[in-house]
């Protein structure tokens, strides 16, 4: 495992972050032991959110079960809408304690506002954040599906008035053409939010990856509906190709595709099997030129 560093965290972060929102789908001794079998190659990031609900319950005891939770890299995230908007200091606070409950702990490593709301003044939601940090709830924080733009302004009125400013980016990014957003209210990073990154060296954790199963020829109807189209598809033939040359597979080079970005990356990954596991710790060890990055993007 290769592991990276965020603003206001000590911890060393897995390039790989474990996702949990599936738990409930699948014989909890399968989870079980592939979250073992990613810990036991060094994964230590985990991703849960207050959305996941119940699943989190569930992620919880195999933190307790393992003892693991002071050296766990917990990435959780609230305020998702449901229906409406919920970026308010109310709702904050109310998903941050909860999730805590569901995961029988008392702080987060990672808090992340799974929405945004334009609405509100971008300094209302920094001063927020600083305060549940100043009373021990989170540490770093950062934003999910928020627009470059306003992470910005966010960490421009930190700076300018003496706060903590956001350490990460959350968007979709992965290999695969995204056509539509695979749910309402997401965000898939485009060129100039890259080239942001890039510019200022900002940490990015991509959620869907791997395009949740798209390199690996899925039929779900959602990943189908978000992602298959013609430049996906050519993107994927190429993937293949290049895993063939490489010896790995299609979903490990569109890994190795986001954790090779010239800004800190980190992948958020579905490990539902201990051969997931295997295989997304393998694809941190793959190594992308720039133009291998190019070639798979445009094939150019």
Partial sequence: MKYGHIAHIEKPISRIVAGTDFLLGQPKDTSFEAYDVFWEQGGRAFDSAHCYGENSRVFGEWIASRGV???TVFLDKGCHPYGSPRVTHEDMLSDIQQNHEKLGVEYTDLFVLHRDDPEVPVG???DWLNEFKDQGLIG???GSNWAHERIAAANDYAAKNGKQGMSLNNPNMTLAHNSEPLWGGCLTIGIEGRKWHEENQFPLFAWSSM???????TTDADVVRAYDNDISRARRERAEKLGAEKGVSAMMIAM???LNQP????ALAGIRTPDQAREGVKAVEIELTPAELS???TGE
């Fill in 140 to 142: 770093a924080f950062g």
């Fill in 211 to 217: 395009a949740r199963g798209y390199f690996a020829h």
């Fill in 69 to 71: 939770a002071k050296e």
């Fill in 263 to 266: 800004f800190p990356t980190f």
């Fill in 124 to 126: 209302e939601i920094v």
């Fill in 295 to 297: 070639w798979l993007e």
């Fill in 256 to 258: 190795a595709w986001v």
